[in-house]
């Protein structure tokens, strides 16, 4: 609808930007709302101040911070190992990622790459 609605190119472009801002504040369900609402208008906001009274906050999900350096190297190196005639897409990434064993990641050999499988874990406590 952006694309097609009027404006100059730049303005698409901010309306775009804008419009995964939102998305991502609606997929967010880590941080204070109100924080997150009030430094958007330039407010300080101490996110215990919160008292659970936003749905993050109330929901009381807890995460946990895990340095995924080692598997971030190992994804860049998956991608630079293939070749230029070859067309793979990020889903076909994430299901070697993932450690599946669906018809093109075993035609493709992708299966005996040091990436298949090293994150099943995370995608299935992700998805459950």
Do not use: P, W
């Not at 504040?25 to 008292?51: H, I, P, S, T, W």
């Not at 018809?103 to 406590?125: P, R, T």
């Amino acid at each position: 609808m952006i694309d097609r609605g009027e404006g100059s190119r730049d303005q698409k472009q901010a309306k775009k930007d804008n419009l995964r801002i939102m998305i991502a504040y609606c997929e967010n369900q880590m941080d204070c709302r109100r924080q997150v609402v009030l430094e958007y208008f330039g407010e300080k906001f101490n996110r215990f101040a919160c008292q659970r009274t936003c749905d993050n906050c109330a929901a009381g999900l807890k995460f946990i911070t895990k340095n995924m350096t080692e598997d971030a190297k190992a994804i860049v190196e998956f991608v630079k190992s293939l070749r230029d005639d070859e067309r793979y897409t990020l889903i076909h990434c994430q299901d070697v990622y993932r450690g599946s064993k669906n018809a093109k990641v075993m035609s493709a050999g992708h299966n005996q790459s040091a990436l298949h499988g090293k994150g099943k874990f995370y995608f299935y406590f992700i998805f459950l």
